[in-house]
């Protein structure tokens, strides 16, 4: 496992390496070439082009996100609290003969693989020409997620301290991808107020990822991983603050414009 507070780092102990895992050529080969499309060649093969209609593609897309992100969703849920694997006041990654192992390899790995594919969304950007979309914090949060997905459990191992809060991203992905299809079915979701409560929700999701690792620190026998638990909160305050920052540039200042403006 990893052992940063000895200044070391070392392979996770793990025998088993599931496609992506172990080399990073493949991650950085795939990241590479996302940022390539998306910040360059992408948008000077669309230059001279009409935006594709993709809305198809993209139903298509949404449907198995969510029937996707969903089966990950229930397998979590069963494994957090029917088979009860994890000692949920101290998450630790499950031995590698316990009966359960293979389902904690094989739900972390969905989850990881899942921010691969969550690269598509940004590709569709460019296609469509819905640049504007293409932010800062929209890069960097897929980034962070595929790369770090692959330096933890490359690094760590799968499964353990950030299974549950993985597990939550997995409900609100359920949720994001949700509102994403019906959007583009139907033009009264897309006037409604149901993005707005998206990125609530991914505010809370962060606050209570940040309320489960102090919870976790404070456990006074608890031998979870402080490197990792450290790297957790360090991303989640910065994507609470990004996120924070967004909704108030586009749903906090804007109605303060408008109520100006009326006054005046």
């Keep these: 496992m990893a052992d940063f507070l000895n200044g070391t780092l070392t392979i996770s102990e793990d025998p088993v390496r599931l496609p992506l895992i172990g080399s990073p050529w493949p991650s950085v080969t795939i990241i590479s070439l996302y ?42 849920i069963h494994f957090l609290f029917v088979l009860k694997a994890y000692d949920l006041k101290c998450i630790m990654r ?5 009966e359960y192992k293979d389902r904690e390899r094989w739900l972390s790995y969905a989850y990881f693989f899942n921010k691969f594919m969550d690269l598509m969304e940004t590709v569709f950007f460019v296609l469509r020409k819905k640049d504007r979309q293409i932010s800062f914090l929209h ?17 760590s191992g799968y499964g353990g301290t950030l299974f549950p809060l993985c597990l939550l991203n997995v409900g ?31 505010l809370v999701q962060f606050i209570l990822v940040l309320s489960n690792f ?9 031998n979870a991983s402080r490197p990792v638990i450290y790297f957790g909160m360090a991303i989640a305050a910065a994507f609470t603050v990004m996120f924070a ?13 408008k109520s100006t403006l009326k006054v005046q």
């Design 35 to 76: 940022l390539l499309f998306v910040l360059k060649a992408g948008r000077k093969f669309m230059e001279n082009r009409k935006p594709y209609d993709l809305r198809g593609v993209i139903k298509v897309y949404n449907i198995v996100q969510i029937l996707y992100n969903s089966v990950v969703f229930i397998g979590g």
């Design 94 to 98: 499950l031995p590698l003969d316990h």
């Design 139 to 155: 890069i960097f949060h897929h980034i962070v997620m595929s790369f770090g997905g692959y330096i933890h459990i490359t690094y």
């Design 172 to 202: 609100v992905h359920v949720a994001m991808y949700s509102y994403y299809y019906l959007s583009s079915v139907s033009k009264a979701v897309q006037t409604s107020g149901w993005k707005k409560c998206i990125t609530i929700i991914q």
């Design 214 to 222: 102090s919870y976790t620190l404070m456990q006074p026998n608890c």
């Design 245 to 257: 920052n967004f909704y108030l540039h586009a749903y906090i200042l804007p109605g303060k414009k």
